[in-house]
C-alpha cells in the first residue's frame, strides 16, 4: 500500500463524511471497488491500536477518526461500547454527553439533565442512558482537548457498534476491533433487554452476528481480529462462556479500585490474580503510568508488571501514547518517538493504545527491521 495511495484515500474519506456525515460510511470503500484479497494483519510487532481512532486529529469514536487511523497504519481501531435508553450499542466514551458533544445546545433535551452516583461520586450532566438511539444521533460530536484541531466539530454524529464493525470490514486491508464493554455496572443498572438479557449479552451477540469468533492468532481470528476489553473482570469472565475471542483486562491508575469487585490495583496485579484471570483474558492493558511511574513529569523505576504478565503468558498493551508536550514525560525531550523507542525496545510491550496513529505508524516502519 503506497503512501500516494493512501493520502489520495484519505483526501476522498474525509471529504466524503463531512458531507454525508453519516454512521456508516455512504461512499464507496476500496475493498467494495474490487474484488481482491486484503492484506493481513500484521502479527510480528507491537500491536498498533488506535484509541478511539485518530483522534489527535479528528473527533473522537466518529467514523472520520476510524477511517484516517485504518488511513494511517492502524492494526486495530478501538471503541467504547455504551448502551442508549433503548438499547442500541453506540460508540461513546463517557456516560455523560457534555463534554465530547453539542447537547447544551439542545434546548430540547435541556431537561434531561439529572445526576446519578457512579463508584461512589455523584455526576451531573446529560447521561447517555436517558436518550434514545434517534436522539443520540441529532447530536454532534467535538474534540475533547481545546489544544487539538477543532475545525471539525460539529460535523460527525455518534456512531453504532454495528457502523463501528462495518468500518472495519470494509476498510481496504485486515483491520482488527478492539471494542471495551463500558462501565458494565452502571449500563445494566439503568438499560434493560428483554428476556432478562445483560448489556455483555448484547455486545457478544453484535460480535457474533457479524462474524467475530476463534481463539487468539486462529484462523477465524486472523481473518477477523478482535481484542475484547474492560476494567469489569466479572464482565470478561462472563463472557467467556460465550465467546473465545481474546480478552483484555483493563487495569486503572493504582488508586483506582475495580468498578464491579472493588478490588485494589495491587491484587489484581499479584501472581496470584495474574494466575487465575489468564484463564479467560490474553493480556493486561494497564495506564502507563502504573508500569512506569513518574514524579515530577520524569520517570522512575519501572515496576516490573510487563515482566511479571509475561511470566504468566500475557500480553501487555498500555494505555495511553500522545504526541503533545502535556502528555510527554521530560525523559523523552518532547518527541513522541523516542517515548515509542522506549516502551517497545526497552519496556517490551506487546501492543500501544495512542491517539496518534500515523506516528507510532511511521516510527514502527522506520525501525521494523522487515521495512525497507
Not at 48 to 77: C, K, Q, V
Request: charge should be negative; charged fraction near 20%.
Amino acid at each position: 500500500m503506497t503512501s500516494s495511495y493512501l493520502a489520495g484515500f484519505g483526501h476522498i474519506v474525509l471529504v466524503s463524511l463531512i458531507v454525508g456525515c453519516g454512521g456508516r460510511p455512504l461512499y464507496p470503500l476500496p475493498s467494495k471497488l474490487v474484488d481482491r484479497d486484503r492484506m493481513p494483519l500484521q502479527t510480528s510487532r507491537p500491536y498498533n491500536i488506535a484509541h478511539r481512532g485518530s483522534n489527535g486529529e479528528l473527533p473522537e469514536e466518529t467514523t472520520a477518526a476510524y477511517m484516517r487511523a485504518i488511513e494511517e497504519g492502524a492494526d486495530f481501531i478501538e471503541t467504547d461500547i455504551l448502551a442508549s435508553k433503548d438499547g442500541a450499542l453506540v460508540c461513546f466514551h463517557d456516560v455523560i454527553l457534555d463534554l465530547t458533544t453539542d447537547i447544551a445546545q439542545h434546548k430540547e433535551f435541556a431537561d434531561r439533565r439529572t445526576t446519578f452516583e457512579i463508584q461512589g461520586f455523584n455526576i451531573t450532566g446529560w447521561f447517555i442512558v436517558d436518550f434514545k438511539l434517534e436522539e443520540l444521533k441529532t447530536l454532534r460530536v467535538k474534540q475533547r482537548y481545546e489544544f487539538r484541531d477543532q475545525q471539525y466539530n460539529g460535523n460527525f454524529k455518534i456512531i453504532s457498534f454495528e457502523e463501528f464493525i462495518a468500518i472495519a470490514l470494509d476498510a481496504p486491508r485486515v483491520v482488527g476491533i478492539y471494542p471495551e464493554i463500558k462501565d458494565p455496572v452502571f449500563i445494566n443498572n439503568h438499560v434493560k433487554w428483554e428476556g432478562g438479557k445483560r448489556f455483555e449479552d448484547q455486545f457478544v451477540a453484535t460480535l457474533k452476528k457479524y462474524g467475530y469468533g476463534g481463539s487468539y492468532l486462529s484462523e477465524d481470528w486472523l481473518k477477523q481480529p478482535v481484542f475484547i476489553q474492560s476494567f469489569a473482570p466479572t464482565s470478561l469472565i462472563y463472557i467467556s462462556n460465550f465467546t473465545n475471542s481474546p480478552k483484555i483486562l483493563l487495569i486503572a491508575g493504582v488508586t483506582f479500585p475495580t468498578q464491579d469487585t472493588n478490588q485494589t490495583y495491587w491484587e489484581i496485579t499479584s501472581d496470584s490474580y495474574l494466575s487465575f484471570i489468564k484463564q479467560h483474558v490474553v493480556g493486561i492493558g494497564p495506564d502507563k503510568d502504573s508500569v512506569v511511574p513518574a514524579v515530577n513529569g520524569y520517570l522512575q523505576t519501572p515496576t516490573g508488571l510487563v515482566a511479571k504478565a509475561h511470566a504468566h503468558n500475557l500480553q501487555v498493551h498500555p494505555y495511553t501514547y500522545r504526541n503533545e508536550n502535556q502528555f510527554l514525560h521530560f525523559n523523552f525531550h518532547q518527541d513522541p518517538y523516542a517515548e515509542y523507542n522506549y516502551w517497545i525496545n526497552k519496556i517490551g510491550v506487546d501492543g500501544l493504545f495512542t491517539d496518534f496513529t500515523g506516528s507510532l505508524h511511521d516510527f514502527q516502519e522506520w525501525t521494523s527491521p522487515l521495512s525497507g
